[in-house]
């Protein structure tokens, strides 16, 4: 395993442990010894052991296992305060593993056998006062904290708070610029390099604070196995994970939001696509089932991807089971192609299974992953072959601050798409008003204010006019829209009440004029 993603973590909560158990040696001098003291610096000393162990650190592991051995045998406390000999070998054993720490993390190795020896020595009768004992401290006290200083820990609410600061001070600047355009020369001029130098410098603040966000991918992939495993055995599956790309960074709310997404459908692959080792065995294929995570970032997207080896979906089945719970109309049902057909599975209360299990089964699931992808600003695809396996895309944002939006003028009104969803912009000679031909493929057109119900426009009428192409969830389609107006840094608000309801509608966003612009959710928007 690659212990060097953990290092950063290790060094951060390490360093505090070390950090307190200093400051709590200080409360053994001069007073009665309380037990809650003696307990909770063990626990320090315990916690670096175990950290530093599992690092495989092992100057680090013998120093914090003698310090803990030596807080052990003043238990249990007797009346008045601990010898200061004792004292001193642990706060330099403090002191010591806080340095040894911090040079685990510039890469360095740094030695703790001496200080080690002397502490196993002092176990042995803590409590008795030599005349004369030497403590091989070396540190330096301003460089220690120093140190500490440069490295702090921030709660993760603190950074959402300066994120939301910094993206509003840039649609300020936004504001400004607009305000400018109405002065004067020469004061316009001054004006827009002073607005372009305080724009520049908040870009850096929120790409800086979006950067203190990042985490990578591993915080959640480290856990799935043990998940997985319990899983496998509740459904009597053998199977063997294989995870890639876990060192990308994403923004930590991606992770956060997209945790039980990857757990359901990780689950279904066992549920559902992964067949028994004796079947298994039967069709030629190895008695465990193979499941893959791969992450892997394009450009401004993340790209993850969730496999099986296992019995693929049945797209006759899923269009059977649209129609007998009246999703669909047995026409409807023939026409969709079997691309089509998988995105089934994401219809509320459909399912192709024929048991209900505690683990999935029940109908529900597909859906919620579908809406937690969608409402991130991803796409959810689904590609399945057949007795080979199942494959599904997650193709997401890096981080959920600010986003390139593209405007379009439609009926009057002003709409935002992500520029993440807009393939091309270009325009449909007379004539090929209803489909249009993209890399190949031949794709829908549809005029966007009939689709959002502004006007009642047939589909397809959008000779001459401006026409965007955007992912309608893994394929083209094409949105005619009366104008371009532009690109915008869109700082994205959540919309509440009734309008969050609005199918196609995924958030609000000022421009600099402060009009409110509605940024579209493309493919909810086409389901509709």
Same mark, same amino acid.
């Given at each position: 395993?690659?212990? =060097?993603?953990?290092?950063?973590? !290790?060094?951060?909560?390490?360093?505090?442990?070390?950090?307190?158990?200093?400051?709590?040696?200080?409360?053994?001098?001069?007073?009665?010894?309380?037990?809650?003291?003696?307990?909770?610096?063990?626990?320090?000393?315990?916690?670096?052991?175990?950290?530093?162990?599992?690092?495989? !650190?092992?100057?680090?592991?013998?120093?914090?296992?003698?310090?803990?051995?030596?807080?052990?045998?003043?238990?249990?406390?007797?009346?008045?305060?601990?010898?200061?000999?004792?004292? &001193?070998?642990?706060?330099?054993?403090?002191?010591?593993?806080?340095?040894?720490?911090?040079?685990?993390?510039?890469?360095?190795?740094?030695?703790?056998?001496?200080?080690?020896?002397?502490?196993?020595?002092?176990?042995?009768?803590?409590?008795?006062?030599?005349?004369?004992?030497?403590?091989?401290?070396?540190?330096?006290?301003?460089?220690?904290?120093? %140190?500490?200083?440069?490295?702090?820990?921030?709660?993760?609410?603190?950074? %959402?708070?300066?994120?939301?600061?910094?993206?509003?001070?840039?649609?300020?600047?936004?504001?400004?610029?607009?305000?400018?355009?109405?002065?004067?020369?020469?004061?316009?001029?001054?004006?827009?390099?002073?607005?372009?130098?305080?724009?520049?410098?908040?870009?850096?603040?929120?790409?800086?604070?979006?950067?203190?966000?990042?985490?990578?991918? =591993?915080?959640?992939?480290?856990?799935?196995?043990?998940?997985?495993? &319990?899983?496998?055995?509740?459904?009597?599956?053998?199977?063997?994970?294989?995870?890639?790309?876990?060192?990308?960074?994403?923004?930590?709310?991606?992770?956060?939001?997209?945790?039980?997404?990857?757990?359901?459908?990780?689950?279904?692959?066992?549920?559902?696509?992964?067949?028994?080792?004796?079947?298994?065995?039967?069709?030629?294929?190895?008695?465990?089932?193979?499941?893959?995570?791969?992450?892997?970032?394009?450009?401004?997207?993340?790209?993850?991807?969730?496999?099986?080896?296992?019995?693929?979906?049945?797209?006759?089945?899923?269009?059977?089971?649209?129609?007998?719970?009246?999703?669909?109309?047995?026409?409807?049902?023939?026409?969709?192609?079997?691309?089509?057909?998988?995105?089934?599975?994401?219809?509320?209360?459909?399912?192709?299974?024929?048991?209900?299990?505690?683990?999935?089964?029940?109908?529900?699931?597909?859906?919620?992953?579908?809406? /937690?992808?969608?409402?991130?600003?991803?796409?959810?695809?689904?590609?399945?072959?057949?007795?080979?396996?199942?494959?599904?895309?997650?193709?997401?944002?890096?981080?959920?601050?600010?986003?390139?939006?593209?405007? /379009?003028?439609?009926?009057?009104?002003?709409?935002?798409?992500?520029? =993440?969803?807009?393939?091309?912009?270009?325009?449909?000679? =007379?004539?090929?008003?209803?489909? !249009?031909?993209?890399?190949?493929?031949?794709?829908?057109?549809?005029?966007?204010?009939?689709?959002?119900?502004?006007?009642?426009?047939?589909?397809?009428?959008?000779?001459?006019?401006?026409?965007?192409?955007?992912?309608?969830?893994?394929?083209?389609?094409?949105?005619?829209?009366?104008?371009?107006?532009?690109?915008?840094?869109?700082?994205?608000?959540?919309?509440?009440?009734?309008?969050?309801?609005?199918?196609?509608?995924?958030?609000?966003?000022?421009?600099?004029?402060?009009?409110?612009?509605?940024?579209?959710?493309?493919?909810?928007?086409?389901?509709?």
């Amino acid at each position: 395993m690659d212990l =060097s993603k953990y290092l950063g973590l !290790f060094v951060s909560e390490g360093g505090e442990h070390a950090e307190q158990m200093a400051r709590e040696l200080l409360q053994l001098e001069g007073a009665a010894v309380a037990p809650e003291a003696i307990d909770s610096i063990f626990r320090h000393a315990h916690s670096i052991k175990g950290m530093a162990a599992s690092m495989e !650190f092992s100057e680090i592991t013998e120093l914090a296992h003698a310090a803990e051995s030596l807080v052990g045998a003043l238990r249990p406390p007797r009346a008045g305060s601990v010898p200061r000999a004792t004292v &001193d070998a642990l706060m330099a054993a403090a002191e010591r593993i806080a340095v040894l720490i911090r040079e685990r993390g510039r890469g360095q190795q740094g030695e703790g056998k001496d200080l080690t020896l002397l502490l196993r020595g002092r176990a042995a009768d803590p409590w008795s006062e030599p005349v004369a004992e030497a403590i091989p401290l070396k540190v330096e006290p301003a460089v220690s904290l120093r %140190d500490r200083l440069r490295t702090v820990r921030v709660r993760g609410e603190t950074l %959402d708070e300066l994120l939301d600061v910094a993206g509003e001070l840039l649609l300020e600047t936004s504001r400004l610029r607009e305000l400018a355009r109405q002065a004067r020369e020469p004061l316009r001029a001054a004006l827009d390099e002073s607005v372009d130098r305080m724009h520049s410098r908040l870009r850096t603040l929120h790409q800086r604070v979006v950067a203190a966000r990042l985490t990578p991918l =591993s915080v959640l992939t480290d856990q799935l196995p043990r998940h997985l495993r &319990d899983i496998a055995h509740q459904l009597g599956r053998e199977v063997e994970l294989s995870v890639a790309g876990a060192e990308v960074e994403v923004d930590r709310a991606i992770v956060d939001e997209i945790a039980d997404a990857l757990l359901h459908l990780l689950r279904n692959c066992i549920d559902h696509g992964i067949e028994p080792p004796a079947e298994r065995e039967a069709a030629g294929k190895p008695r465990a089932g193979r499941l893959r995570v791969e992450a892997r970032r394009e450009r401004e997207r993340l790209i993850l991807e969730v496999a099986d080896d296992g019995r693929g979906f049945d797209t006759k089945k899923l269009r059977a089971g649209a129609v007998r719970r009246g999703l669909l109309s047995i026409a409807a049902a023939e026409e969709l192609s079997d691309q089509e057909s998988l995105m089934l599975a994401c219809l509320p209360g459909l399912s192709t299974s024929d048991r209900v299990t505690e683990i999935s089964g029940r109908g529900v699931g597909m859906d919620a992953v579908k809406n /937690a992808i969608e409402g991130l600003g991803g796409t959810l695809a689904i590609e399945s072959t057949p007795l080979e396996g199942t494959r599904f895309v997650l193709r997401l944002p890096l981080n959920v601050a600010l986003i390139q939006v593209l405007l /379009a003028e439609v009926e009057r009104e002003v709409i935002a798409l992500p520029i =993440s969803k807009v393939l091309a912009a270009i325009e449909i000679p =007379s004539g090929h008003g209803r489909t !249009f031909e993209f890399q190949g493929d031949e794709a829908p057109v549809y005029s966007l204010g009939s689709l959002l119900e502004w006007k009642e426009i047939a589909a397809g009428s959008a000779a001459g006019r401006p026409v965007l192409v955007v992912d309608g969830g893994g394929k083209p389609v094409g949105l005619a829209v009366d104008r371009l107006v532009g690109q915008h840094e869109a700082l994205l608000q959540p919309l509440a009440g009734p309008l969050g309801q609005f199918p196609g509608l995924s958030a609000v966003t000022l421009l600099g004029s402060g009009r409110p612009v509605f940024v579209l959710d493309v493919p909810r928007l086409l389901e509709a």
